[in-house]
């Protein structure tokens, strides 16, 4: 079974990227230091490959269709537009985004899917929602764009044992949805 594995945090060189993927990782993830220093995309990129360059963005609505940069673990708001990012990002190499939404992770009502059409429609990368799950169906919902998945971390659907990965699977098949793991 193949079950591609992204490593993020404490990513800051592309020394430090080489080191997690020599161990094995097939992506690395970063975020603070890519708002830091924004040529870090480029530099991974171009000694990895862009599919190997995730970028990381913590998302918190500002105003009605306005979302900003969150970094340092959500504690710190950069002032910067998500949507603009998101394509920045891209025209500097990256191969895909981890778009979380930080006003729906956790609560488990669904998915930010106006915050993932909005960066799916100024970019043409693949969009991995991320924060709000709280039932299998909210794995159905369409959100216009290059979606290409939605994330279930920590505080999901399964940490509680609410629900299984194959209750999940078995609601996925109903639907004609494939589901593929990633970590």
Known sequence: MFIPLAVGGGIRSVADARGI??????????????VRRPELITELSLEFGAQAVVLAIDARRHAPGQWHVYTRGGRDDEGIDVIEWAARGEALGAGEILLTSMDTDGVQDGFDCALTRAASSATRIPIIASGGAGKPEHFRARADGRLRGRGAGRL????????????????????????????
């Open 21 to 34: 993927l020599m161990a094995g990782a097939d992506k690395v993830s970063v975020n603070t230091a890519a």
């Open 156 to 183: 999901s659907i399964f940490h509680y044992g609410t629900y299984t990965v194959n209750q999940l699977k078995e609601e996925l098949d109903r639907h004609g949805i494939p589901m593929r793991m990633s970590g």
